[in-house]
């Protein structure tokens, strides 16, 4: 198993669905987080959860909605998205302490 | 908030060549990571380097933190070194919330 494992990894959706993306680690980690990576700008934090409470939510619109229900998994909820969130959302995990993240696979979404 | 800049931001070597990334950023950190991003978009961890040397078979890196820099060295280039490289930085007290650079592309030809 990988340390961090996203599902889907592709995800086609309209503007009218709702869908969640799922993330989950077998690092023992109890730092959790959702990036955002956009053509052409950089990788941006959306999200980060800390020992299963949100800590920062770097304004993002309300059609996110992440949840972590225990320290292993992670969820995004995605609801009436826009063209423009298409994009690669990549997990990652770390130790609380600030030490070394890693990430999952990413899923690459396309809203249509 | 913390700012990261990579260079350059596109390089083509030939097999066998070396190369140099750099990256600077604009506080004091406390955690720094290059990944290498495969053409599925999955981010590879390289290093995690705060501070110092460290080696990893043709990969080195060196961050000098009082400087606010850090290097990528990539020696005998292969295709497979192909990708985007990305350094990462994170200056908070808890979890590393990483501030990433817009990376440096990089394409190994034969």
């Known amino acids: 198993e990988t340390g961090v494992t996203q599902t889907p990894r592709h995800l086609v959706m309209g503007m009218t669905n709702k869908k969640s993306l799922k993330c989950e680690q077998h690092l023992g980690h109890n730092a959790m987080y959702w990036y955002k990576q956009s053509a052409k700008k950089p990788l941006e934090l959306m999200f980060v959860?800390?020992?299963?409470?949100?800590?920062e939510n770097n304004s993002v619109p309300s059609r996110f909605s992440p949840e972590c229900p225990n320290s292993s998994h992670l969820f995004l909820h995605l609801h009436t998205l826009q063209p423009e969130d298409s994009a690669l959302y990549l997990c990652?995990?770390?130790?609380?302490?600030?030490?070394?993240?890693?990430f999952g696979q990413g899923t690459r979404l396309t809203v249509v | 908030g913390i700012q990261v800049e990579q260079s350059p931001p596109d390089l083509i070597l030939q097999e066998g060549a070396n190369s140099t990334l750099r990256c600077n950023f604009s506080?004091?950190?406390?955690?720094l990571q290059w990944f290498h991003q495969n053409p599925w978009g999955q981010l590879i961890n390289l290093f995690y380097?705060?501070?110092g040397t460290k080696q990893n078979g043709r990969l080195s890196a060196t961050t000098v933190a009082t400087e606010r820099y850090s290097l990528l060295y990539i020696s005998s280039s292969q295709t497979t070194d192909s990708g985007v490289y990305f350094c990462a930085v994170a200056n908070t007290g808890t979890a590393s919330k990483l501030t990433f650079g817009t990376g440096t592309r990089l394409q190994v030809t034969l």
């Open positions: 380097i705060p501070s």
């Open positions: 959860y800390s020992l299963e409470e949100r800590v």
């Open positions: 990652a995990s770390s130790s609380t302490q600030g030490t070394e993240a890693f």
């Open positions: 506080d004091s950190v406390n955690n």
